[in-house]
């Protein structure tokens, strides 16, 4: 056997073991996406009431490297909903609004791994991806359904937090809206997440030493703005 032929037959092999090796890669999730990526329900001419029962299918699409290709993963991830008390979402990606309140709401799938799909540990990776879900707040005038005026809450400033309606219990996390019986006082108690602060109310009766926006009587819609920082 000559020099070259050993030579030209090690580079053969040397190709050959390259090429296993690259095919012999981890198939990794790197990003999820979710179909629709924004969703609505209701009208302003409805009461929000009204819409409960409304549903939309989502799908959860991952996108995977080694190699690059997308696959529906609609039945792996876990899905959650940050304002479950206006949109649900069930274990296969089915959301349903609840006729509770209106706003928005972020919608999300993630999957939790502690090894890669050929068995590589991956020290738990956590991958997300999310949707927006919207409920319109009722406007209109006449409607059905018992709705009252709604007081809508927008949030400001840097920081993130939470607000809780008393009554009704309704708790959310972004621009939200809930309606009451007119004449109904309602106190809106704001918490800071963790690693931020409460900053102010605007818009609000009066505002007392513990975060809470204090509406006397609401007979009309009325938006109040907490600001965390």
Known sequence: M?????????????????????????????????????????????????????????????????????????????????TPDMVTVNSTGLISATGLSCGGTVISAT?????????????????????????????????????????TVDFAGGGTGSVTFTPSGFSCASSCGVSFASGTAVNVAATPNSGFSFTSWTGCDSASTNNQCIINSLTADRTVTVTFN
């Open 111 to 151: 999957v939790q791994k502690n090894s890669s799909d050929g068995g590589i540990s991956s020290a738990g990776a956590i991958v997300t991806g999310s949707m927006q879900a919207n409920v319109v707040c009722f406007t209109g005038t006449g409607g059905g359904g018992g709705s009252g005026p709604i007081l």
């Open 2 to 82: 000559t020099f070259r032929f050993r030579y030209a037959l090690a580079l053969v092999l040397a190709a050959s073991l390259a090429s296993s090796l690259s095919c012999g890669h981890d198939q990794q999730l790197v990003s999820i996406s979710i179909v629709p990526d924004t969703e609505t329900f209701g009208a302003s001419t409805i009461p929000v009431s009204d819409d409960a029962g409304l549903t939309v299918q989502l799908r959860a699409l991952g996108q995977f490297i080694h190699p690059p290709v997308t696959k529906d993963i609609t039945d792996q991830v876990t899905w959650g909903s940050n």
